[in-house]
């Protein structure tokens, strides 16, 4: 059974960072597309950056310079490392996967599989 796993969210000032993680159980993630998202109350669901197979990361404009993307293919994990944070950063972050032929979707509806998500509170 395919799982994502989120985890490393939490409360931070504005100005500091956090690192989320995404582990993937039931499959290798590196055989999927990637997309971490946010939403935030009251907002619809946003991709902050998108990832295909080989690895190429898109970030939206929001986060570039900000947050950066990696993995570890030993311990079938992504990170999501984000620094810089302000208060607009405040949302649940998720990490989705799609089986699509082609990778670097946006739209959330193009990710089958979703974590539960995992908090981020930026405070001013």
């Known amino acids: 059974q395919v799982q994502l796993v989120e985890s490393g969210g939490g409360s931070v000032q504005s100005g500091g960072s956090l690192r989320l993680s995404c582990a993937a159980f039931?499959?290798?993630?590196?055989?999927?597309?990637i997309g971490w998202f946010r939403q935030a109350p009251g907002k619809e669901r946003e991709a902050v950056a998108i990832?295909?197979?080989?690895?190429?990361?898109i970030y939206t404009d929001s986060v570039k310079g900000r947050f950066t993307s990696s993995q570890d293919s030993a311990k079938n994990t992504l990170y999501l490392q984000m620094n810089s944070l302000n208060p607009e950063d405040t949302a649940m972050y998720y990490c989705?996967?799609?089986?699509?032929?082609?990778?670097?979707?946006?739209?959330?509806?193009?990710?089958?599989?979703w974590g539960r998500g995992t908090q981020v509170t930026v405070s001013s």
């Open positions: 990832i295909d197979r080989g690895g190429v990361t």
């Open positions: 039931g499959y290798t993630y590196s055989n999927y597309c």
């Open positions: 989705a996967a799609s089986a699509l032929r082609w990778c670097l979707s946006w739209l959330p509806t193009d990710y089958t599989y």
